[in-house]
């Protein structure tokens, strides 16, 4: 649960960090402006003052006239926060994955509304459900009451959505993208691969006990997802290969960011969101 002392320490928390930000969240983006972009926008008489290198010379030696091209240059950059609602982001004591990832989000859609940058998030789980961008407290209200409003359930369908998503993102986008990512390595590394060049956040969350497995002796553990059941004994043995092996699919998942220069961090849930918070604003 988000509750409003959280929103209130953000305020104090922008200040410290607003210097680290700049370089990441802020900047001249007024909408739409015109100046050496990607797209051409028209021709206009050469005037002095401007850059003799955006001269046509082919369109003078046609007319006798100097003309410019004039360049569209979109500069709103439009902070995407994705979060992963399924069953198994219910995990946690006293906070979830969930509301720990959500808590996150609503850092970044906060930090995004301080620059008056456009933010949009979703949440997804066996289907996406998005919440078009807008800008202003009333859309981050209405994002803390939605997300507190949820319960975690279904399963983590990544790929499905990262291929549903795609068509939603612009040029100069954040992706901040926050998941447990227990799903199989080729499925996350399609994904990524989907998402294209942006600055993209991956924040993979972790509750405790599931990272170090702190339990032993005779256990029912139910997966969350499926239900499915199993009766086992939990043995220093059995801890360890299991630390081993999520630590190995970790470490996948940081390689293929890695290698598709994207920002990894990995959270636990009983760390302070301030200082994970830090941490992925650093990276």
Partial sequence: MIDTSFLDQLSRFNL?????VTSNLS???????TGRGLTFKDYRIYAPGDDIRLIDWKVYARTDDLYIKAYEEERNLVVHIITDGSASMGFGKPISKFDYASMIGVG????ALRENEKFQFSTFADSLEIFQP???MGHLAAMVQHLNSIKPK???KLLDTIRQYKKFVGSKSMLVIASDFLVNIDEIRE????????DIRIIQVFDRVEKELKMEGDMKLTDSE??????????????????QQLDAHCAKIEEVCNKLNINYNLAVTDTPIFDTFYKILEG
Avoid: C, N, W
């Avoid at 970044?108 to 930090?111: D, K």
């Avoid at 499926?226 to 043995?235: A, C, N, P």
């Fill in 108 to 111: 970044f859609a906060y930090l």
């Fill in 16 to 20: 410290v960090v607003k210097k680290r």
């Fill in 27 to 33: 900047g001249p983006r007024k909408s739409i402006a």
């Fill in 191 to 198: 994904a990524f691969y989907l998402l294209g060049d942006h």
């Fill in 154 to 156: 279904g399963y983590s």
């Fill in 134 to 136: 807008r800008r202003g």
């Fill in 226 to 243: 499926t239900k499915g059941m199993l009766r086992t004994f939990i043995s220093p043995r059995l801890r360890m290969e299991y630390q």
